[in-house]
């Protein structure tokens, strides 16, 4: 089993991305609560607090760990990148929220939870795509 992981590269990005991922999301999450329970912050502001707190870290960690991008070159660009679909992502947690809370009734922790799961997977998406891809001939 552990053979075919080492083969498979998609796969094992997609673990060490979800270690990541799960890292990111508990910090993500106690920020949340810590922001919106503690000091009665607004939950939009708390969220897009707490998401880019978090994910402060984790251009650092795919980067190096889940895509093993060696290239050090460009690296403001894809920071740049990185914090460009940070954003996005953080837009597609809070209207999450939003529409958990204001449309559907229901707690802005589940919320939260559905919201860190879409951002998730394009995350994964584009930072693959888009900021950590790798030549062939890097391959």
Do not use: H, P
């Not at 089993?1 to 106690?30: A, E, P, T």
């Not at 969220?47 to 960690?61: D, E, G, K, M, R």
């Not at 290239?71 to 679909?85: A, E, R, T, V």
């Amino acid at each position: 089993m552990l053979k075919l992981l080492k083969k498979n590269s998609l796969i094992m990005q997609i673990i060490k991305f979800s270690l990541i991922g799960g890292l990111n999301f508990l910090v993500d999450f106690i920020i949340y609560l810590f922001l919106t329970r503690i000091f009665l912050l607004y939950f939009l502001i708390a969220n897009i607090i707490s998401f880019l707190i978090a994910n402060s870290i984790s251009f650092l960690l795919n980067k190096n760990f889940a895509f093993q991008d060696k290239n050090k070159n460009n690296i403001f660009n894809k920071y740049l990148k990185f914090l460009g679909l940070t954003v996005a992502s953080v837009i597609i947690s809070s209207l999450t929220i939003f529409i958990c809370i204001n449309y559907l009734k229901i707690s802005d922790i589940y919320g939260k939870i559905m919201g860190a799961i879409l951002g998730a997977i394009w995350n994964f998406t584009t930072y693959k795509l888009l900021v950590f891809k790798q030549k062939k001939s890097e391959i």
